[in-house]
């Protein structure tokens, strides 16, 4: 018992070193800005402009959660969320246009489930580690069926609240942020609501970001937290990000444009 006991420690050691806090992976909702509130505010305001500039209804948008140097090689975002052109109601009763944002969060007090919430740019962008966002602008045929699906019941009913930071997304028995956000593009893509019939199609046509993990780490990543877990993968553990998404949505011809802007610099992805 004793030497199992070390065995477990030293297991959640290394995966720590590998994933430090990975299962909180910057899918959380903040309440609080990490960043100085006014740099976030201004930030936020000027993705909603170029967003509006270009015309977008709708877009997926990432931001960084995390320190990149703490996460697996290949993953740069760790949230995304759907920015959906709107009629806002303020405090006052007035309204306005802007962009809501449509999220997959973890929940504060258990971070292997997750919920649906609608939030501004602001609060999206409050759980940010560095101001940078990536974007992808669907095609405009597919922007129309994306908003069909957001204003349906299907949205939520493709929500999996079981979550794992490394869901398979070819699987229904997880989901993370990024998942939902393919499943729901899916959805669009193909006209369709059945959750089976969608994971068909991304095991046929999606290819996910390898994350590299030794068996060790796999064995213990479910000790370190629930939302690690990786059993729904087979040998290779592969998940959706955003830059899966991005590859995925330029290979078919699904994206108008994909790029990325910082607080001096908007360039090609």
Known sequence: MRMFKRLVAAGAV??????????????SEASDPVLPRQQVAQFSDR???DLAARGAHVAIVARMGRDPASL??????????FWVYSEITKTDGSKSRGYRVYNL??????????????????????????LDAGIIIPDTRLQKRILGVIA???YAALHNPTYSVLANPADARFQNC???????????????????????????????????????????ATIASQALTTVDHGRKV??????????????YDLADQVYRVTPDAVRQF
């Open 72 to 81: 697996p090689d290949g993953i740069t975002y760790t949230h995304v969320g």
């Open 238 to 251: 592969e998940t959706a990000t955003f830059g899966s998404i991005a590859r995925f949505m330029q290979e």
């Open 178 to 220: 990024t998942e939902h956000t393919l499943d729901v593009v899916m959805a669009g893509v193909y006209d369709i609501s059945d959750r089976a019939q969608i994971k068909t199609n991304i095991a046929a046509y999606f290819d996910g970001q390898h994350v590299k993990l030794s068996a060790v780490k796999r064995s213990f």
């Open 47 to 49: 993705i909603q402009q």
């Open 105 to 130: 969060y973890q929940e504060a007090d258990n971070d292997a489930r997750s919920k649906l919430i609608q939030d501004s740019p602001a609060d999206f962008f409050a759980g940010a580690k560095r």
């Open 14 to 27: 290394a995966l720590a070193v590998v994933l430090p806090g990975f299962a909180q992976a910057g899918s």
């Open 152 to 154: 349906s019941p299907v």
